[in-house]
């Protein structure tokens, strides 16, 4: 009995893992063998699929735009994120109640629904085709979940260390990124995996703002590719698949219990 | 102490980066969206005011109520049949040894870590008609009348969107619920385990009310998540055949920068905005009202 439900999940996890196995496979097959034996063993150990995806994809140039969209928002986002939940949690302001209600009706606005506007918006703005263009919208956006994460996080904290830096004669800056920033790490570390995850693998946005090939990210660039390669070849668009994955399955074969920790925070926390 | 932390100039510096931007990009943008949905517009031009045009056109149209159909199937489908699951996976992985539960976990999460676009690609070819995996599976167990052209026939195709949407999702839900399953104290079960109740009567009395405030939050995740339903069906069907699959975020989207009427795309765009609010508000006032403390 035991034997047979082991097996019986084992068989539900391999579904779960089965992607992995479906693009390595594929990514090795010919043209034809991809048409005949889709989803068998490969008969043939081939690597051209990935030399002619490397040559058609332009995988380095996503790449960098996916690295750059990702690593902008993380920045930005957990600087003026940890900054206003440390102004909200400690420093003394009329507003400050208000403030926090108000940064957290960015939990309830879906990126999507105001992406006509904020097109408009990024025109004007001449950011339309830039970086900066999604990575400013990105951090608009993610700023909510991190401000109020942080702002738990640094209400927890004693204020003690802070009253003895004072006592010191620092003033409120080098407080701030001297004392605070280093003890809040672990908070920014969980933060850093959800924006990660959250704006690597981010489509819809993408989609519309990044229009131009150079400043695709993966996601987007990916598409277009399946797109004008149509489903012809699926040895070539399996190697381009795996190529594209294969940043997320290192940093999830690296980090995967930090990735766990981290998704699964904001449900404890709350 | 308190005049340490309040100079005017740090409050300044401290509060307004963070305030801006949340303010430039995510609540200033709602402004022109509601002015937009009163006039018409191509995209470059202000064409005028023209009411509530946009509204009656939006409803008056039948994409517009098929979109809803669509979007409500894909909440319906990760809400009634996802969660369950999840959950029962969620249970499932608590009962486990930890080596096992280790293997579990990691592959379960695995499908939600990569692309939308990679896993989207990925079940248009299990779909394929010709040599897709569903298909083929189907003829060699003899049911070859089964067969369809999965992402291309009416009644199919939304269904088949849905559950790749539903495998993506159901590890990572499960993940969320085990977390909330460990923060339950030992001594809850054991009291159950000593009075003879079994593994499923523990789940259904004990555990599962114990975990409400996850479930709403989880609850409230996967409805939104599915409400803003698009990628997938941009990736796989692109809306089609016809305007069968889109979802409301698809036609509002389509409408605007496919056929250029941003005024009407805006008007899709405020309806969703008040289903959205809502619908959090539905799930807030009358799901796992009182808040449990152990």
């Keep these: 009995m035991r034997i047979l439900s082991r097996s019986f999940w084992l068989l539900v996890s391999g579904t779960f893992l089965f992607p992995l196995y479906w693009m390595i496979s594929i990514s090795l097959k010919s043209k034809d063998e991809a048409y005949n034996n889709p989803f068998g063993i490969p008969r043939s150990w081939d690597w051209p699929n990935f030399k002619n995806a490397l040559s058609q994809y332009h995988f380095f140039v996503y790449l960098e735009n996916s690295t750059i969209y990702t690593a902008g928002t993380i920045v930005i986002t957990l600087m003026a994120g940890s900054m206003l939940a440390y102004c909200l949690s400690r420093m003394q302001w009329k507003f400050s109640a208000l403030a926090l209600f108000y940064v957290s009706l960015g939990l309830i606005v879906p990126i999507e629904v105001v992406l006509i506007p904020l097109f408009q918006l990024l025109k004007l703005l001449h950011l339309k085709d830039s970086y900066l263009g999604l990575i400013l919208p990105y951090s608009g956006f993610s700023i909510a979940s991190c401000v109020l994460m942080l702002y738990a996080f640094l209400r927890s904290l004693p204020k003690e260390l802070e009253e003895a830096a004072c006592m010191d004669g620092a003033n409120v800056y080098q407080t701030f990124f001297r004392i605070i920033f280093p003890i809040i790490m672990p908070a920014l570390v969980t933060q850093c995996v959800l924006l990660f995850m959250r704006i690597w693998n981010e489509f819809p946005l993408a989609f519309i703002i990044a229009s131009r090939d150079h400043f695709r990210p993966l996601t987007v660039g990916l598409l277009n590719f399946f797109v004008s390669v149509g489903v012809s070849d699926w040895g070539l668009i399996g190697a381009s698949m795996l190529l594209s994955s294969l940043p997320t399955i290192i940093v999830y074969m690296v980090g995967n219990e930090k990735i766990e920790d981290a998704l699964t925070a904001g449900a404890i926390l709350k | ?294």
């Design chain 2, 1 to 294: 102490m308190n005049k340490y932390y309040s100079t005017k100039w740090s409050l300044l510096v401290f509060a307004v980066p963070a305030l801006l931007l949340f303010t430039v990009f995510c609540v200033y943008p709602l402004l022109p969206e509601i002015w937009m949905s009163l006039h018409r517009n191509d995209g470059f031009r202000n064409l005028g005011f023209v009411g509530l045009d946009n509204f009656k056109d939006a409803f008056s149209s039948s994409s517009f109520w098929l979109a809803h159909r669509n979007t409500y199937l894909i909440v319906g489908i990760s809400v009634l049949i996802g969660l369950p699951l999840s959950m029962m996976l969620a249970l499932f992985m608590d009962a486990q040894t930890p080596w096992f539960r280790r293997i579990f976990k990691t592959s379960a999460m695995f499908p939600a870590i990569l692309s939308v676009t990679v896993v989207s690609e990925m079940w248009v070819s299990f779909y394929d008609p010709n040599w897709g995996l569903f298909n083929s599976l189907l003829k060699s167990i003899g049911l070859g009348s089964w067969t369809h052209s999965w992402l291309t026939e009416r009644r199919t195709v939304m269904p088949s969107i849905g559950l790749s949407f539903l495998w993506q999702y159901i590890g990572l839900n499960a993940m969320l619920f085990y977390a909330g399953i460990k923060t339950i104290p030992k001594n809850y079960f054991e009291a159950a385990l000593i009075d003879g109740a079994n593994f499923f009567k523990v789940s259904v009395k004990i555990t599962i009310p114990l975990l409400q405030d996850i479930i709403k939050y989880v609850l409230i995740l996967s409805t939104l998540g599915s409400m803003a339903f698009y990628s997938q069906v941009r990736v796989m069907t692109s809306g089609g055949p016809g305007d069968v699959s889109r979802t409301v975020v698809y036609q509002m989207y389509y409408t605007a920068f496919e056929t250029s009427e941003f005024g009407k795309g805006t008007a899709i765009a405020v309806i969703f905005i008040l289903e959205c609010l809502l619908i959090s508000f539905l799930i807030q006032r009358f799901v796992a009202r009182e808040k449990l403390e152990f």
